[in-house]
């Protein structure tokens, strides 16, 4: 993974302003949202918002405890109503969905009209290599065994996929570098 002091990105001659507004990145858990979501907002020079964390802040507890004492319905809920307060009250960030957003309530459509969706494709061997590693946090996925956990990612992505094509911009995991990704929003 690239390190926000890598000179040679830095230098790079787009400006914010050719590419600033509100970014959404979205993709499968583990697909990296958080961490370029944060590198290019400190490279754009605008604010990052982690989707779940401000959840989180919003309903004072974890998303593990959002899910098991309010169920996913409520979660959904209050993750839309964040991301609408967020987009809202900002006209320039970059935000980290929940691997879940664009698939809820005409979400998707919403982000595109307020800004730019930036889908990060991953393959289902790599979300899985992480994912196997960070399950804990993850209510969807925290019980499963192994082999549970790859099925489940194929068959979720396979039904997520509709959603996520509908980026203005798709960057496939091999591609990914903070400089394609300025180059892309650049061209969006
Ligand atoms: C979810 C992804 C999570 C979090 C919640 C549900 C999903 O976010 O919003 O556990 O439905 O895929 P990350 O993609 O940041 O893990």
């Known amino acids: 993974m690239n390190d926000i002091s890598n000179t040679e990105e830095n230098n790079h001659p787009i400006s914010p302003a050719e590419v600033g507004g509100r970014i959404f990145l979205i993709g499968f858990m ?13 490279r754009l020079h ?4 982690d989707l779940d964390e401000k959840v989180k802040e919003k309903e004072g507890k974890s998303i593990n405890d959002i899910f098991a004492q309010n169920g996913e319905e409520y979660f ?3 993750e839309k109503e964040t991301l609408y307060m967020l987009t809202e009250s900002h006209d320039d960030f970059v935000m980290a969905c929940g691997g879940g957003t664009p698939c809820y309530f005409n979400n998707i459509d919403y982000m595109k009209k307020m800004g730019r969706v930036i889908w990060i494709n991953c393959s289902t061997q790599s979300l899985y290599n992480r994912l196997v590693k960070e399950r804990a946090k993850r209510p969807l996925i925290k019980n499963l065994t192994d082999e549970q956990l790859k099925a489940y990612i194929i068959k979720k992505l396979a039904g997520r996929r ?6 203005s911009v ?8 903070l400089d394609n990704l300025l180059h892309q929003l650049s061209l969006s």
């Open 30 to 42: 583990g697909c990296g949202k958080t961490h370029w979501g944060k590198l290019l907002s400190h």
């Open 46 to 49: 605008i604010p990052f918002f």
């Open 76 to 78: 959904r809920l209050a």
């Open 162 to 167: 509709i959603y996520y094509q509908q980026a």
């Open 170 to 177: 798709i960057l496939n995991e091999d591609d990914l570098t």
